[in-house]
């Protein structure tokens, strides 16, 4: 579900659901937070980079899974789940990179603005698409987003559920780097080098100073997303979303009288 590799002191996490575009399942979930604590308290990590497996960085959360969710009042959530690995990436204390390998939708887009360096290939390209299944912003954007790519640049992102190419994201700062698809894991692992030859101790002091004056705004905005995703779960237009998703067909909101 996940590969681990070690490279001298950086630890290579490739998201590995090929079949589901790397979708998270509540299983996938549990897992990246528990190796992200783990690489946490490994003393021999220096730096992760997340990328994905296949052509795809991650298609977000499982859909299939979220919708019988809803349908399976015994439904039994993962031991972290999407709340866990959210809250492990705003605290994550090491250097957080991300090797976008293709598409990206909703937490396959929303942890980069957790993470701290992005790499995209060219042909990657991204989806916010909260709207699409009436739903609301996660995993922080609503303040991560506007912070990086200017409020405009966010608000299209996060209203539209519209694709956005490598080369958009790269100039709406959202990539720090675009790199040609078969160069991509090693442009990112020769910048995940150089940070790795560096004390570790100095690269948790570095980038605790960057995140500790946003932390708190961080965790706030990520409970205001969930109290909004909760008021919109499972509402008229979320369940008409899920089903056209389920059926291959576009959902019909104006019928549900908004």
């Known amino acids: 579900m996940i590969d681990v590799e070690d490279v001298g002191r950086v630890r290579l996490l490739r998201l590995n659901r090929p079949e589901a575009k790397n979708a998270f399942n509540e299983a996938q979930y549990d897992s ?5 604590i783990e690489a946490e308290n490994n003393s021999t990590v220096a730096v992760v980079v997340i ?8 298609s977000g959360t499982d859909v299939v899974e979220l919708g019988q969710r809803m349908a399976d009042p015994a439904f039994t959530p993962g031991k972290h789940g999407f709340p866990g690995l959210a809250d492990m990436l705003v605290d994550f204390s090491k250097p957080l990179l991300c090797a976008v390998n293709g598409i990206g939708l909703g937490i396959g887009v929303t942890i980069l603005g957790l993470s701290d360096i992005v790499f995209m290939s060219h042909s990657a390209r991204v989806k916010c698409p909260f709207t699409d299944l009436a739903l609301a912003p996660e995993a922080a954007s609503s303040f991560t987003f506007p912070a990086i790519m200017g409020r405009q640049n966010a608000a299209w992102t996060l209203l539209s559920s519209e694709w956005l190419s490598a080369e958009e994201c790269f100039s709406m700062g959202l990539a720090f780097k675009l790199c040609n698809d078969e160069e991509l894991i090693d442009v990112t692992m020769e910048h995940a080098q150089v940070l790795a030859a560096k004390p570790i101790s100095s690269l948790v002091a570095s980038k605790k100073l960057i995140m500790d004056p946003i932390r708190e705004r961080i965790h706030a905005a990520r409970k205001r997303e969930d109290s909004a995703f909760a008021e919109l779960l499972g509402k008229p237009a979320n369940l008409e979303a899920l089903q056209a998703f389920a059926e291959k067909r576009d959902p019909d909101f104006n019928s549900l009288g908004e």
């Open 32 to 36: 990246l937070t528990e190796l992200l």
């Open 51 to 58: 990328t994905g497996h296949g052509d795809s960085f991650s």
